[in-house]
């Protein structure tokens, strides 16, 4: 059975992305394409990703990947993503993207048929892990901690996780990151 993880980085007061929905502080930070992270591990075991539009819009900007869609499958491969989103939005050519509306529980059938046996990855944003979450969909949490701090910006979880739901699998350094597992159990009371 596919596990659901939310793999992300944050900064140290909790933002994964400031005001405009930007993650350039996190390219700004040491080892922050990447660095000592397992990452290519991680991927390896992924079948599907999940992404909200302000996401997904933001990757296809900064890869400028409407333009230049070869790109895609160097970064993602040929898995299928899916993307929560209320409005039209541009698919990046010969990518397998799957634009879905509505509850994450109505498209959890495709999502877990599309991953086969491999994990479904949430790309972000936190508002939707959130709403695996709270679904008791979320089975695990990967949070790189990033040197840096923004003044205000896109919370990490926008809702409340109590520690009766979270249990400390992993701790390490990953280069100047500091990476934390948590194993998600339950659904939201």
Do not use: C
């Amino acid at each position: 059975m596919a596990r659901v993880i939310f793999y992300t980085a944050t900064t140290l007061n909790g933002f994964l992305a400031d005001d405009d929905d930007s993650l350039d502080w996190l390219f700004a930070a040491p080892g922050g394409e990447g660095g000592d992270s397992d990452f290519m591990g991680f991927l390896s075991g992924i079948g599907v990703l999940v992404q909200g539009s302000s996401t997904y819009e933001w990757v296809l900007r900064h890869e400028q990947l409407v333009e230049h869609p070869e790109k895609w499958p160097t970064y993602y491969g040929a898995r299928p993503t899916f993307v929560f989103t209320g409005r039209d939005l541009p698919n990046v050519p010969g990518a397998d993207i799957r634009f879905v509306r509505g509850d994450v529980t109505d498209a959890w059938p495709a999502i877990r048929a599309a991953a086969g046996d491999r994990d479904v990855w949430i790309v972000g944003g936190g508002d939707l892990a959130g709403q695996f979450a709270d679904a008791g969909l979320l089975d695990e949490i990967v949070v790189s901690v990033a040197p840096a701090t923004l003044p205000s910006g896109k919370p990490l979880l926008p809702r409340r996780i109590g520690s009766d739901r979270l249990t400390l699998t992993g701790v390490r350094q990953a280069g100047a990151f500091a990476e934390l597992t948590y194993a998600v159990g339950g659904a939201a009371a």
